[in-house]
């Protein structure tokens, strides 16, 4: 005789079906059965801008209904919560009529196009209680909250250097390039659109930003479009940034690129302590090199550490250690994060309020930019 | 307002929720989501050895329903494909058992503890007509498949040389580690333990083996229970084999051990060309090193490629270039293959058949160490 | 019967016998085996503080005579060229002397402990049309002249990004380490010390700096001697800069710590070109990698090219491939050069005009540090 | 005023001046200045096979004299060390003469073309009380100095497992590759050329061979001269052997090819004991990386050891941790401990008597390749 099983569920209503979107897709499918959760997701309707394109991807991602107006999504009662994986500009309006319907949200970076957006939904959400998150998935990689761990126990020492960069060549090619991607009303270069991995990665790891100076450059000031029509660009190619932080006495190098031909996923960070040393790549993204004084002169160097149970949650995904997380496991632990913090079992680990300070980062970078001056970057 | 979507499914019964019946789970869970299926997948039952077992294990991996008696859940009319990831002497039962239910059988490696019982379930399979696979999942890897075309398609000339390893130490502490696994009627092994995902990998690269020549060692000898108790071991611990293939014209160095201390995915392989060469490791999956005669002397080495949508089925996964597959993805390649051979849209990539050559291998490298002489591998 | 060889040869006068005084002298001894020159260096006198310490100096290095007075070295008729290895505060005062006695100068960066020094010392050789040369040994690296060449040629396109950095340890303990190297009247801190072969490699590879803007931290602003006490540090320990070149249109970063714990010699560089890139570390000096644009997306990555007799002058040492090259060899390029000029046959490569120039960008650095602004770097 | 220095010498006579002519006569300008010796080498006669190409090795190289008839510089009184350098088959007459007349005797590798050869050179040298050096260089790097000591020692525990691996594709164009090292009497393939190397550095790790089982194949049956003419090839291009140690209970790997495409320099091994392990590649031969076991789970993995002083005798060549050794530092070595052999001051390290053990290995390897039997290697 066989038996039945039973659980309680939380209604997924995904906005977008792109990369984001079916990376949200996978996670919610997955994670019930990679951890043990409060309440499992259930992939409830799909919207996306026509009803053919919302129905196919509903098909193909595993949704039971679809819609092509996320305005309905957002008020259906079976939702509990709205994950947004549109072009930037819709994050505002969807995410604010989202907590309007008392609905949590889980939103993609960047969190919005302007400091205001960001500061509006941000002040929306906290006050309609709901649970905020947004897709900083990176932070989730159990290699880096490692390096977070042993930066703050002081087990490197006191932290006197970092350098960071998230390099990537996908927008390297100017022909035929052009989308809504390089306008500045619609989105925000290379640095709202990767460069905010990397300020959330130095936030995370070292704490609040204090200053900065920066050059941002227009590496392509013109692209075309498929039609083969030249556009002028107007955002940022590349940010080369000095930043010092509040906790730190030293001054750090950033380095954010969409135009760093041959690199997919250069994302890494460098880390210096009195006691030791980091040194991270997403490249590699199973492992974390760790050097540690005090040791004999001819025994030591960088450790290489590398993913396995001994770094929580791997061993959720697989006893195997050295057998490897991927990418959309990173999405998994993100979204593991979101339902803990929906069912009050633990804090959203990057809520709106997070993304706010990390866009409030970026806004001085821009201002520093254009003043040539060093900015401060305001407390609040 | 939104719509309805339906789907054909298949449904699943999984036998163990160890190890590797967590990453059947999960691969079943998330395969429809990220590949366009004729069928999907439909968590039917888990059977584990106590209903209390199986019971959580069915509440944890989100099967509909759950038996402590594996031989109910073989008959089951809602079950197609019988999952076999229980110790190595029960796959043959098991899997007789669903053949002789018209069922198709997902069994984990190696396929039995004996040549005789592999030989039967083979030709039980091929008789009933069911569709069967084995878990010799590294082979699903995008970069290995590439190695293969890039050696198949004479891309780097004749082959004329190769060393392959599998080395990892979970085996390499004997104090507490007495199991099932050291006792020669239950197991195999190092050998038959990841000896086989290295015996597999080799005969996908290169074809078939002609004639190995071997020493097996048992570096522990005696191992102690978790009561302290010590235990005679009945099987190697590390294999090292030269091995000739039918296609190729020099003898290749295999070597397998799992009390390699340090190592955790030890499973790579060096290929040399006439005009090329190809190096792997298992611990960095998402790479495959390439070397191509006929450059300038002065801009020639390996080139690192990386995984991407440019090695299919990758850009299912995420379009993302550099992003990393794991562990579980590739086990979500195996079984959507798995599904593709069910509904007839493709064939098993490695059928009990596959497996049983693969356990010929090994026996002739069993014969060998024994012997001290070089064995032929039986043609058939 | 055996027969006799000659040579022309040119005597060498070394003051100082420390880390780089051992370098120089290795160097020449060994250039005349490794190169066909035009004269064989003849290791005629060595100078050192006191006579004890010269005597051993000459006796273990090599040197016919010595002196503990480096005055008479200087003035000795058989001293063709001088080489300047004490410490910074000392080089003009010897440079200049030995420049009025119409000796060739071969010194240790920095060239001098101010702008000032640097410029009398260059306007000096130059007027007397004696042949000098700084110790920026890394540029002389076949890998690096590749990078350089690569980058010339538009082989990687339009340069447009740029990150570097010198980062070592071996000031990283402030227990006991007080030296003249911490007062600023003597030396430079990290800038000088370290960051100069970095200002002088990014100047080598990309060409002249405009501008930059930058921060100066000492981390440690005490130190004791090895008497324990306690000494306040007037110099710089780290540097992070924002630097524009003269003919590339994009913001570079670079970054230089003489206490970056674990770190030995990470001179490293990033450069991206729009059709593609480099990536260096001294760290693994024989090596350079390289991706081209222009490949098929499943054949493309970073390409290891290693150290050969394809990168001249590497075949001068060895002609077998991949049998590396070290740090002294670099000092026997740089001693190859300088005798080539001497001899007229080639022109000096780091001429004291060069490293002036070096120097003009870090007193750029200090300004922007202390002013908190952007500065440029004056174009004479 | 200036001081003389005065200094022991001894003449060194270099029969050959090719490669390893070349390394040797480098080797003997440098050593006298990094290490402090009991006697300096004096270059003091060049013979190779006409008068024209010895007169200009004499004159590049920096020998006082040169002969075209190395029977004159074996007997010539100046001359105390003798260095052989030519092909293989003339090391034997060479070596012998020269033991004959009282000299000390520096032979590259391999000893012999024979056996007998082998022996006869051995038992006359030990008969006439002279030193005797093989030019096993790359045992004299420091990483592979540590490799042995960890090994020695017992840090890594019982040594269980050992691959190792000499692959290089300088022999991989059969197209106009024809020369005397493809003919049995001259030569003795990849195994002797360089085979001779990783069976010398195995017996240095891990103590003598028992017994081996191993398949020589010929990949290129034919090659061509650079007239164009065919010729049959009579000697093996690479190597694959399993062996077992004296003092070690496992099966160990070794492979060696020279027509290994894309790789330079292959020399590599990988040692595991029951506590730790280790890894070494020629590649990049100024890095060791060690596992030891006993850490925290998540602490622990391998750690890259860098050369530095820590690493005697590296700080003889520069006190600068990470700055790195190059090849012919290895030879300054190995001649370092040729001289302070003969000064009496310390043993030769690989004499006649420890390559003929190699000598036998390789015999036997051979033998077991023709038989295809298991071949115990003879204890004398």
Redesign the interface.
């Known amino acids: 005789?066989?038996?039945?099983?039973s659980?309680r569920t939380l209604g997924i209503g995904l906005i977008g079906s792109g990369?984001m979107g079916?990376?949200h897709?996978?996670a919610f499918?997955?994670v019930?059965?990679?951890f043990?959760l409060a309440a499992?997701p259930r992939l409830e309707?799909l919207a996306d801008i026509s009803?053919d394109k919302a129905?196919r991807a509903?098909?193909?991602?595993?949704?039971?209904?679809?819609?092509a107006q996320w305005e309905?999504?957002v008020l259906?009662p079976a939702v509990d919560i709205v994950a947004i994986t549109t072009p930037n500009r819709q994050h505002a309006p969807m995410a604010l009529a989202a907590i309007a319907a008392g609905k949590h949200v889980y939103c993609e970076k960047p969190l919005a196009t302007s400091l205001e957006d960001a500061r509006a939904m941000t002040e929306a959400a906290e006050r309609a209680g709901v649970v905020t998150q947004v897709g900083f998935n990176y932070l989730r990689n159990p290699m880096v909250h490692?390096a977070k761990e042993i930066i703050a126990s002081g087990e490197?020492?006191d932290i006197?250097?970092f350098?960071g960069?998230y390099?990537?060549g996908?927008m390297?090619t100017p022909e035929g390039s052009w989308s809504w991607r390089f306008q500045p009303e619609e989105a925000g270069g290379a640095l709202a659109d990767i460069g905010s991995h990397l300020i959330s990665m130095s936030r995370y790891l070292l704490g609040e930003v204090a200053s900065v100076?920066?050059?941002?450059?227009t590496?392509y000031p013109t692209r075309t479009s498929s039609d083969g029509q030249s556009h002028r660009v107007g955002i940022d190619d590349?940010?080369?940034?000095?930043a010092?932080f509040q906790d730190h006495?030293?001054?750090?190098?950033?380095?954010t690129?969409w135009?760093?031909?041959?690199?997919?996923?250069g994302l890494s960070f460098d880390v210096?302590?009195?006691?030791?040393?980091l040194r991270f790549t997403?490249?590699?993204?199973?492992e974390l090199e760790?050097?540690k004084?005090g040791q004999?002169?001819?025994?030591?160097?960088?450790?290489?550490?590398?993913a396995?149970p001994?770094?929580p949650p791997y061993g959720a995904?697989?006893?195997?250690?050295?057998?490897?997380?991927?990418?959309?496991?990173l999405k998994v632990i993100e979204v593991r994060n979101l339902i803990d913090a929906v069912c009050g079992v633990a804090p959203a680990e990057t809520p709106f309020r997070d993304a706010l300070r990390t866009a409030m980062v970026m806004e001085a970078v821009r201002d520093s930019s254009r003043t040539?001056?060093?900015m401060d970057v305001p407390a609040q």
């Not at 100076?213 to 450059?217: E, F, Q, S, T, V």
């Not at 135009?259 to 996923?265: D, L, P, S």
């Not at 004999?296 to 590398?306: K, P, V, Y």
């Open positions: 005789m066989t038996k039945n099983v659980r990369f079916k990376a897709a996978l499918r997955t019930g059965g990679v043990p499992e309707i009803a129905a509903a098909y193909e991602l595993g949704f039971a209904r679809f819609t309905r999504l259906d490692t490197i020492g006197i250097g350098s960069q390099i990537a996908f390297g100076c920066a050059g941002l450059d590496v590349q940010a080369a940034i000095l010092r006495p030293f001054t750090a190098t950033l380095f690129s135009v760093a031909t041959g690199r997919e996923m210096t302590g009195s006691k030791g040393a997403q490249e590699r993204l199973n760790l050097f004084s004999a002169a001819n025994r030591r160097g960088f450790t290489r550490l590398t396995s001994a770094y995904f697989t006893p195997g250690a050295g057998h490897q997380l991927g990418f959309n496991d040539r001056q060093w």
